[in-house]
């Protein structure tokens, strides 16, 4: 038997002299097997095809290093979880965070399964770079898709997110940074109308692929948006009446009681616009947002909600009201969730109000 490679068959034999005998049947079966050659160093090497706990968490048969390189041509679902699971197993959290990112992030939706388990092994990425927060909002996620029984299992290890119990209680302390922070041009008075009472909340993202957490960079980007609201538009302001950027913090935008223009025409009236900063759609210049960010939405919505007593079935995305992305392929299942919770919680939402 011939190897295509001799240089990485002494990488196997220094690394793992002890597993030489498994890694030379594993190859052994592997040629016996594959009848198409993949376009790979080892022509025997079959990347995974499938997601699952006994497929993508196997333990490995060769050296997880050398396995990793191995996969790097194989750009499929199956094999990029491997990878991230791999990396985990090497102490790389910032390759498997890359690996799973493709997955959440790339072109293809993947599937309830798939996302499940790209999620778990972030969550577990985060907690091995020492941020186990970061990971709480994909943890949740992974718990409501999860159906690999073996996945089921691990994740109910894990104690539960502390978040879930907090978020939705409308806090009357809610810090919102002034318009002032921004340094906000002032409204244009001939260009702006009363406020209806408010009756409904409408979620955006701005669109622009947007990541950065300091204060002063956050509040250059509300200052970009307003000019070209503005300039570009003819709006008498910002659009929207408040903004969240990825670390959590809210923006005062339009002052509540000034109609917003965000979701065209009428639909406007009595609806508080939020915008929080990103582009959630799939694909390169996509992201998912942040979990500081849905947690400050979440937040932020149910104290409109309590303050203007209106319920959960008023909480719409943009793309509810006219056809458009906004907020993106990656943003309307949160906000669908979020619904969801608003409405199981919206008994003890009333009663936080009545006290
Ligand atoms: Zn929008």
């Not at 376009?39 to 997880?64: C, E, H, L, N, Q």
């Not at 955006?204 to 000019?227: E, G, K, L, N, W």
């Not at 302001?237 to 109609?259: A, K, T, V």
Request: aromatic share 8%.
């Amino acid at each position: 038997m011939q190897f295509p490679s001799v240089q990485k068959t002494q990488v196997v034999r220094t690394r793992a002299s002890s597993r030489l005998g498994v890694s030379y049947l594993f190859f052994g079966l592997l040629l016996a097997c594959s009848s198409s050659p993949p376009p790979s160093r080892y022509k025997g090497f079959v990347p995974p095809a499938s997601v699952s706990t006994t497929v993508t968490m196997a333990a490995p048969a060769i050296d997880p290093e050398l396995e990793i390189d191995l996969l790097a041509p194989f750009k499929t679902t199956p094999a990029l979880l491997r990878t991230a699971h791999l990396n985990l197993l090497v102490h790389r959290p910032k390759a498997a965070i890359a690996a799973t990112a493709e997955v959440l992030y790339g072109p293809v939706k993947p599937s309830s399964n798939e996302e499940s388990f790209a999620r778990y092994l972030r969550a577990e990425a985060y907690e091995q770079e020492g941020q186990p927060e970061r990971g709480q909002y994909d943890r949740e996620r992974a718990d409501t898709l999860a159906i690999d029984l073996g996945l089921r299992r691990l994740l109910a290890g894990k104690p539960r997110p502390v978040a879930e119990e907090v978020p939705v209680v409308a806090s009357p302390e809610l810090a919102v940074q002034p318009r002032s922070a921004w340094k906000a041009a002032g409204p244009d008075r001939r260009n702006v109308e009363p406020m209806d009472p408010v009756r409904r909340v409408t979620i955006h993202h701005s669109a622009m692929y947007f990541r950065d957490t300091r204060p002063t960079t956050c509040a250059a980007q509300i200052q970009m948006i307003q000019r070209d609201h503005m300039s570009n538009r003819g709006y008498g302001d910002i659009g929207y009446h408040y903004l969240i950027d990825p670390s959590g913090r809210i923006w005062q935008g339009r002052e509540l009681r000034w109609q917003g223009a965000h979701a065209a025409g009428n639909n406007n009236q009595g609806n508080v616009g939020i915008c929080l900063l990103g582009n959630f759609m799939r694909g390169k210049k996509g992201q998912g947002p942040t979990s500081a960010q849905v947690q400050a939405m979440r937040r932020l919505v149910a104290t409109v909600m309590l303050r203007f007593k209106f319920g959960p079935d008023a909480v719409f995305c943009h793309s509810d009201f006219k056809a458009t992305d906004c907020p993106g392929a990656l943003m309307e299942p949160v906000v669908a969730e979020m619904v969801r919770d608003l409405q199981r919680r919206s008994g003890r939402l009333a009663d936080a109000s009545a006290q």
